[in-house]
């Protein structure tokens, strides 16, 4: 059922009655007006699905809010209807592999059918009779109906195999294309959406113990300046291959927008992500940079870093925000320093 179809259900007296006590739910919680949400919190207003309020409920209560990714899913799952959550460009694929299972799966079943009548047949002729042409004739029979349905069977096997090779195929191309909604085409890292769902996802799971770095790289706008945006986007590159081969193990890294970048670990408290925080940004501040394409030597490259660490019940979005405030406190404390939440 879709978003519209709800509304439809209900008439324009209740339907506004309904957005009306969704519009004031959405600004208490901070979640964006966008159409997804604005579906969900219509239809968890009107309680009409229990299992929807029972998730969006939970999300809640984790995390204080609805992330972007978790409002689609929730969307397709409870909103959409069936034909449209399948009508992309894999469905006439999907339909055809359907519709050639099903017929050869008919043939297949009608010639055992058929084979298994004249077996049945032929026991009974042969319980009944020893004579030599008749026996003659029922073994030929029974040879030639079994190497047709053996022709039959391994054509279906062979169908079986192709319909498994095209579904992996459609399965790759769906991970795939997933992916590269949350991959940054710059540096290949996670972006903001890739790196938002890998938060959520550990934040269950952690006790004290989920530490994040905020990584901005300093003056890129000076350094653009100077030396052109070509270079500013060349040092993003490299930088982010730095701080890439210096991600601890079980850590993950994504760029969020610019040259800021956001390392999470897992299982690292915060006296240890510290160090690993002055260690970056000593490390960053020691390379020598020479933009290939001139061999130009660039000025000091220096990276400010702002780290905090889940505690208790916080949620992801005050995470986020204890870092980006202490990244913010690093820039004007000079840059090129490490702050951190005691």
């Not at 978003?3 to 009306?20: C, G, I, P, V, Y």
């Not at 929730?74 to 339909?95: D, T």
């Not at 030599?132 to 195999?161: R, Y």
């Not at 940004?281 to 889940?310: A, E, P």
Request: net charge negative.
């Amino acid at each position: 059922m879709t978003t519209e179809d709800s509304m439809f259900q209900h008439n324009k007296k209740q339907a506004s009655q309904l957005m009306r006590s969704a519009i004031p739910l959405m600004a208490k919680l901070d979640i964006p007006p966008t159409p997804y949400n604005y579906g969900i919190w219509y239809e968890y207003s009107s309680n009409r699905s229990p299992e929807l309020n029972q998730v969006v409920d939970r999300a809640l209560r984790r995390f204080g809010s609805l992330p972007a990714f978790v409002s689609q899913e929730l969307f397709s799952e409870f909103l959409l209807s069936e034909e449209f959550q399948y009508a992309h460009r894999q469905g006439p694929v999907l339909k055809q592999i359907t519709e050639d299972l099903e017929t050869e799966t008919h043939s297949v079943s009608d010639e055992l059918n058929q084979f298994q009548s004249t077996v049945g047949k032929a026991k009974q002729i042969l319980q009944k009779s020893n004579d030599p042409k008749q026996l003659g004739q029922i073994a030929s029979l029974l040879e030639q109906t079994a190497f047709k349905t053996n022709q039959i069977v391994e054509q279906f096997s062979q169908t079986l195999i192709t319909a498994q090779e095209e579904l992996a195929a459609i399965r790759a191309e769906l991970l795939d294309a997933k992916k590269s909604t949350e991959t940054d085409p710059l540096t290949l890292l996670a972006n903001e959406k890739g790196f938002e769902r890998t938060l959520f996802s550990l934040v269950p799971y952690s006790e004290d113990d989920l530490t994040l770095l905020l990584i901005d790289i300093d003056d890129l706008g000076v350094i653009n300046q100077e030396y052109g945006k070509k270079v500013g986007t060349s040092l993003i590159r490299y930088l982010s291959k730095l701080l890439l081969g210096a991600l601890p193990k079980g850590g993950s890294i994504a760029r969020l927008t610019g040259g800021r970048f956001a390392m999470l670990l897992s299982e690292t408290e915060l006296s240890v992500a510290s160090q690993f925080a002055e260690k970056l940004r000593h490390d960053v501040s020691i390379q020598k940079i020479r933009y290939k394409n001139s061999k130009l030597l660039l000025r000091q490259v220096t990276v400010s870093i702002g780290v905090s660490t889940l505690f208790g019940d916080e949620s992801p979005n005050e995470l986020i925000e204890k870092a980006q405030h202490h990244l913010v406190y690093a820039k004007r404390s000079g840059k090129n320093c490490v702050i951190h939440n005691e």
